[in-house]
């Protein structure tokens, strides 16, 4: 029989079998520290919990986790690995260090569906969802990596490969125990969800999510983005702008919304599209990301040149936007904003660094530091 993995319960979901063995609420918080806090693997040494309650586990759940492939290293510091999953497909995540914080930006799909034209990762077309375990697994494994060093992951951004919302319940499962205390502890504003925009998802986040909220919208109009982000024809940007709004004043907090707009150049970096979008934007409470287009192979665009990036800047800013240039990080290993691809089954069985399943399952004993 296939036991799903236990990192695939979050709190709500933990409480339901607590309450199925007929035991105390409190129960879910010790589960949830040895699992996240103590890093134990072994329900035998989890010895504040009933033996019972211990062998119910054992034999109704894995504490399997996908596994790190094929880590590359880029010259600024940015790492990225390919992460096998069970299904026998792989996924990438990206850790950009920073002298403050360290950001996981974490997959939630094998592939994407929309099809956005200037995304390496559309261009392959959907394969699958992850489930939950597969999405928290990839910031256990980040931080046993950076547990040697001291540190650990302070930032969570849904910019990896898929559409977070398309996989909506794994995707809220996982943030769920991200911003857990007695899991990962991370504050909502630390745990960023980016989407091309999909309104119905962005409704629903209203009701059972807080987190910071990303949109991409990448061109002022509906006429350029239906071509360079195609679910704009469902979902224009008029709605989902308010859709957006919406989420973020529910939440009654500082927290901005974030737009994320990709400069290709020729195409979206012109004076009049800058003029257009701070038209656009002059009544939403945002901030604005410039992402400059990073190359891969198939891709015609190109990206701007530095000085039309920084006026591009410049005309926001004078339009009262609050307007950041996002630094390309590892584009020299295909890491960067809209490079994601999956590792091939050939490049997977050629990888010298492949955890094996035993190494991988000493690697999950390791005691992290707090």
């Known amino acids: 029989m296939d036991r799903t993995s236990i ?3 979050d709190r709500k979901k933990l409480s339901e079998i607590v309450a199925e ?37 054992s034999s109704n759940y894995s504490f399997d986790l996908p596994r790190l492939c094929a880590l590359k290293h880029s010259k600024d510091g940015t790492k990225k690995w390919s992460v096998g999953l ?5 996924v990438e995540m990206v850790l950009i260090p920073e002298r403050d914080r360290n950001t996981l930006c974490v997959s939630s799909q094998v592939g994407c569906a929309l099809k ?26 980040a931080n046993r990596h950076l547990s040697r060093e001291g540190k650990r992951v302070s930032n969570i951004v849904f910019m990896g490969m898929g559409e977070p919302l398309l996989n909506f319940e794994a995707v809220s ?21 980016s989407t ?15 987190c910071s909220l990303a949109i991409s919208l990448h061109a002022p109009t509906d006429a350029l983005r239906n071509v360079l982000v195609p679910i704009n024809r469902k979902y224009p940007i008029k709605d989902l702008l308010a859709a ?42 945002c901030k604005i990301n410039l992402i400059p287009f990073n190359t ?18 410049r005309r926001l800013v004078s339009a009262g936007h609050r307007v950041m240039i996002r630094s390309t990080r590892g584009s020299d290993i295909m890491a960067a904003c809209g490079q994601l691809a999956e590792l091939s089954q050939k490049d997977a069985n050629e990888s010298t660094e492949c955890e094996s399943d035993e190494q991988r399952k000493v690697a999950l004993t390791f005691r992290e530091s707090a």
């Open 116 to 141: 956005c034209d200037f995304c390496s990762t559309g261009k392959q077309g959907f394969k699958a969802n992850l489930n939950t375990a597969e999405i928290v697994g990839q910031l256990i494994l």
């Open 7 to 9: 990192y695939s319960l």
């Open 296 to 313: 891969f192979d198939g891709s015609d665009y190109k990206s701007p040149k530095d000085q039309c990036v920084k006026a591009f800047q």
């Open 244 to 285: 957006a709004s919406e989420y973020i004043e529910s939440k009654q907090s500082l927290r901005k919304l974030i737009i994320e707009y990709t400069l290709i150049e020729g195409v979206n970096d012109s004076p009049q599209d800058a003029a257009q979008l701070a038209d656009l934007l002059k009544s939403v409470k």
């Open 196 to 210: 091309a925009g999909l309104v119905p998802g962005i409704m629903r986040m209203k009701e059972t999510l807080d």
């Open 86 to 90: 069970e299904s026998g497909n792989y």
């Open 21 to 57: 063995n007929k035991l105390q609420s409190f129960r879910v918080d010790q589960l949830l520290k040895w699992l996240y806090h103590d890093k134990v693997i072994d329900t035998s040494k989890m010895t504040n919990l009933p033996k019972s309650f211990r062998s119910w586990l």
């Open 173 to 193: 499962s996982a943030i769920n125990l991200f911003q857990d205390d007695c899991a990962f502890g991370l504050s909502k504003r630390k745990v960023t969800l």
